[in-house]
């Protein structure tokens, strides 16, 4: 009798472990490496699938979604998901595929200024296909710019989702811009001021 209750409780708890740890990885894979980067300004994910941007921007106010993704990196059937989730759900999409530079003043990276400068953008979520390496080329710019943050700072501060540290390019592109912005993009100074107050 003592054996057959134990095997029960034995079983029931290696039911629960299993149901925690496959919801768990469910809510992982649905919400892949987001985070809030700048409370109610700025958020940051991997792509995520239509359903979960539709609720991510309507629990946040996102007003824009700026995916730095090539065109159909990830399959079209996922871009037109993305594009109906979030037009669907009263947000604007930028599609701008974030280059490879590690240079502040490649031609490239003033389009990504002139985004991160526009305060209509805000609240905005900045993706990218797995939220790190990209997105956080992006949202060292936006500190650096709006922050008043180094580099060091920037990314000092930004999850790592299991890396030890941000590549060797990421670096040096936000040393690179930390150094050169306010020579490259003076026109950027002040612009998010507004929401500030």
Known sequence: MFDKRRKWMWSLLLLLIAVAAGMGYRQHKRYKHWAVHDPGMVYRSAWL??????EQIDKFQIRTVLNLCNPNELGEKRCLDQRAAVTGSGAKL?????????????????????????????PMLVHCQHGVTRTAKVLSMYDILYRGETAEQSLAAMPLFGRDEYSVSVQAFVKDFEKRHQQLYPQA??????LRR
């Open 189 to 194: 100074d002040g612009k998010l001021e507004v």
């Open 94 to 122: 930028i599609e701008l595929p974030m280059p490879s530079t590690i240079d502040a003043g490649d031609p490239a990276v003033q389009k990504f200024v002139d985004v991160l400068s526009d305060p209509n953008n805000y």
């Open 49 to 54: 699938d239509g359903d979960v941007f539709a």
